[in-house]
Each structure stands twice: as structure tokens, then as C-alpha cells.
């Protein structure tokens, strides 16, 4: 097979293998910056930290938490079809995720690096009967010894951005040896499969996107309760899953109405948690009480602001806020997630990058289930007009609720295309 491999692939087999010296000093940096697990490194190098179960076994892999999160309805789903679930990711905080919310009996290791020996020893490991990735993970070295292996492979919930296809189609040699070897692309939308035929793959299914059938994230109903009670009657907003840049703007927006609304708290969920301390100084240096989390930052002192930067936790913030600014999408670029808060009777609002989640966010401004901020200012006006008008809120909130949910069926349509490449199996 390696033969007729274009140059770029074989260029990138020959590449990785010779980095295989040098796999452990990138551990040792990631490690060291809180990345990777010391006790499961040896996972990272195909090193199986489990037995494999006895059975038919399915390996689904998503890179981070949001993309595990969205692969364990398919998870539940194939393993009523009676396969065994492997599933990996690439990080620590998706890992403790996986370990509270995997299925009875289903696996979590850490994805192995991109390295020919150590793909080959999880794959001489596991020997998978059906391998499933998600969204965009295109790994060419996964994905070359996978079927060099036999093992029927899929992408599932198929995302290719118009930058992507871009830079797929100056290289066409490359972008057809790759998704040719797919038995299988589901994409979320019709054009994303038009991309994906166009760079190449063989079988195109669109089914949909499986993060409108999601499991809602959970909240423990002490903690929840504990929150209500420290909130009691505060006006509050939430602006979560944010990046850098849209802090110093919540924090913004609560001085310009603290004096409107009294006792006005300000909720941040910043989207890497590691950032909290760094978010929450630089939040008292504009004149803000701000409480961390991670510290035990209590609610009950009235702070300005409450900076919740824990793993696992969202679900707690989006049932207590009715105001939720989803971020990545007024500063940074491709948007969050706002499928989740939409279902948890949010308002949401949102800035104009939201390419991540086009489909989402599209349905949602169609049917006014959305507010759009395209700036500093616009944020300030909706949250305070939000603030002042819980009717508007109401309304928003039910229209958003109604548009996401004309976009659910994608987790049945997935299931159906994928179980014919298993279906050979014993």
C-alpha cells in the first residue's frame, strides 16, 4: 500500500517514524505544562493500560471534551447493538470527563501519538472492529494504518470549514489517498459532504449533526440548589465557554450597568479552566470583587464577579442563567457550542464567528432565537436590554428552544449508516 502512497504521505510516514526517538521529550513538555497524565503516558505510545474485552469492539475518538461528549449517545447506542466501546481523546480534562460519564463497561485510554509503532501496538492491542472519528480528526497516520489493518473506518458527524477545503484542494493527491480510505463519511451537512466528495471520499452520507442529539450536561442537584440559594434574587448573566479577550469585555459590561441593575452578578466559565487566576486578576485590576472558583470563591460574599473555572461543571451554570453569551464567537474565531444552554431555556447570545457551529446558529438567527452582538457596545445594549426585559427573554428563549430542536434525528441516522460496516462481523 505504501507504494502508492502520494510523496506528501510517504513523506509524512517517514517523518513521524523518525520522531519516535523524541516522542518522550513532548510528553515531558506536555506533562510538565499539566497536558498529560504521568500515571498513562504509556498510553500515548500505544502502551494499552486495559485488557481488551472479549467481543465485538467499536473504537470511537473525539479530540476533547466537547467532541467525547458528543460521541457518547452513539456510544450508548452501539453498545445495545452489542459492541464493546473503546473510546479515546487527546487530553487530560476529557479523560476525568470519560471516567464519570462513559457507559457501564466501556474503555477510555488516551489516544496514541501519530507515530507508526505506537499506532500499530493499539491496533495489535485492541484489534477494533469498527473505528469511528469525529468532526475534522484526519490523522494521516491513524488513518493509513487503520486500513492497512482492515478495519473498517468512519468519520462520523464529518465537519470540512470552506478554509479547510481550500487547503485540501491544493493538495488533491494527498486529500483523495486519505478520505479513500474511508469506508464511510458522515457529514453534518450537505455542503460538508459535497467537500468531502469533492476532496475524494468514496461514500458520503449526510446524517446531521449529532451534537443537537447530545445528552444535556449534568448538575448535581446539591450544588445547583447550594447556587440558587447564594444567588437568591440577583440579576445575573452568564458568559460562558469564553476565550481570551471576552473576559476583560464581560467584565466591561458589569461595570457599565452594576448602577441599573443592584447587585448585578456576572458569571464567566472560561473554556480552558487554567486560565482562571490570570482572568480574575486581571478583572480586579478594573475596580471588580471577583470570586475563583477553583479557590473556593464563595457567592455568598457578593461578588461582582464569580469566575467558575472547575472541569465538568457547566451544566450547573447553564441551569442557573437565563442570559448566556456563548463565547469564542465576538473575539476568537468558530464559535461555541450553543446547542446546550438553547436546551437548558437560555437566551443566547452570540457573536458573528460562529463557523464551528454554522448550522446551529444559522437556525437560531432564522427563526430570532438569537441575539447577534458584533461588538463591545452590541454586547453591553443586549445584556442590559435582556436584564430589563425578562418577557424578551421568555421569548427568545422559547424560539431558540423550537429552532434546535427541528435539528435533532442525527444520532439514528448516524447509527443506521454505520452498522452495515459491521454487519460482515461475527
Not at 463497561?105 to 507515530?115: E, N, R
Not at 469566575?307 to 461555541?336: C, D, H, P
Amino acid at each position: 500500500m505504501s507504494a502508492a502512497l502520494p510523496l506528501s504521505l510517504r513523506a509524512y510516514r517517514l517523518a513521524t517514524a523518525c520522531f519516535r526517538p523524541f516522542a518522550g521529550l513532548l510528553l515531558d513538555k506536555r506533562q510538565r505544562r499539566g497536558k498529560e497524565d504521568a500515571s498513562r503516558r504509556p498510553e500515548r505510545l500505544g502502551i494499552a493500560g486495559r485488557p481488551r474485552p472479549e467481543g465485538r469492539l467499536a473504537w470511537l475518538h473525539g479530540a476533547s471534551v466537547g467532541e467525547a461528549i458528543t460521541l457518547l449517545p452513539l456510544a450508548e447506542k452501539l453498545a445495545a447493538e452489542g459492541y464493546r466501546i473503546l473510546m479515546t481523546t487527546g487530553t487530560v480534562t476529557s479523560a476525568a470527563l470519560m471516567a464519570e460519564r462513559l457507559p457501564a463497561g466501556a474503555i477510555h485510554q488516551f489516544v496514541p501519538l501519530d507515530v507508526p509503532a505506537f499506532v500499530r501496538r493499539f491496533l495489535t492491542h485492541w484489534r477494533p472492529d469498527l473505528a469511528c472519528f469525529l468532526e475534522s480528526e484526519l490523522w494521516p497516520g491513524m488513518i493509513m494504518e487503520i486500513k492497512a489493518a482492515g478495519i473498517p473506518l468512519a468519520l462520523v458527524n464529518g465537519r470540512m470549514s470552506p478554509r479547510s477545503f481550500a487547503r485540501w484542494s491544493r493538495v488533491p493527491g494527498t486529500s483523495t489517498a486519505l478520505l479513500g480510505r474511508f469506508d464511510l463519511i458522515a457529514a453534518q451537512s450537505e455542503d460538508d459532504g459535497r467537500r468531502f466528495a469533492t476532496l475524494g471520499a468514496p461514500r458520503v452520507v449526510v446524517t446531521g449533526n449529532l451534537k443537537f442529539d447530545a445528552p444535556l450536561p449534568p448538575a448535581d442537584p446539591a450544588a445547583l440548589q447550594a447556587l440558587k440559594q447564594a444567588v437568591a434574587d440577583r440579576p445575573l448573566w452568564l458568559a460562558a465557554a469564553t476565550h481570551d479577550g471576552e473576559e476583560a469585555l464581560a467584565g466591561d459590561v458589569h461595570a457599565a450597568h452594576k448602577d441599573r441593575f443592584p447587585g448585578l452578578l456576572t458569571l464567566i466559565v472560561p473554556r480552558h479552566p487554567d486560565r482562571g487566576a490570570a482572568i480574575a486578576g486581571a478583572l480586579r485590576e478594573k475596580g471588580l470583587t471577583v470570586a475563583l472558583r477553583s479557590e473556593g470563591g464563595a457567592l455568598e460574599a457578593r461578588p461582582d464577579v464569580y469566575v467558575a473555572n472547575t472541569v465538568g461543571e457547566m451544566g450547573l451554570f447553564y441551569r442557573l442563567a437565563r442570559i448566556v453569551f456563548v463565547g469564542k464567537s465576538l473575539i476568537g474565531k468558530g464559535g461555541q457550542n450553543p446547542i446546550e444552554p438553547v436546551k437548558l431555556g437560555a437566551a443566547v447570545l452570540h457573536g458573528p464567528h460562529v463557523q464551528n457551529f454554522i448550522t446551529a446558529y444559522g437556525a437560531l438567527d432564522a427563526a430570532d432565537g438569537a441575539v447577534v452582538v458584533n461588538s463591545a457596545e452590541d454586547l453591553s445594549a443586549a445584556v442590559a436590554r435582556l436584564l430589563a426585559d425578562p418577557a424578551e427573554v421568555e421569548r427568545l428563549a422559547g424560539g431558540g428552544a423550537s429552532a434546535i430542536a427541528a435539528l435533532s434525528g442525527a444520532l439514528e441516522r448516524t447509527l443506521s449508516a454505520l452498522l452495515p460496516l459491521g454487519a460482515r462481523l461475527p
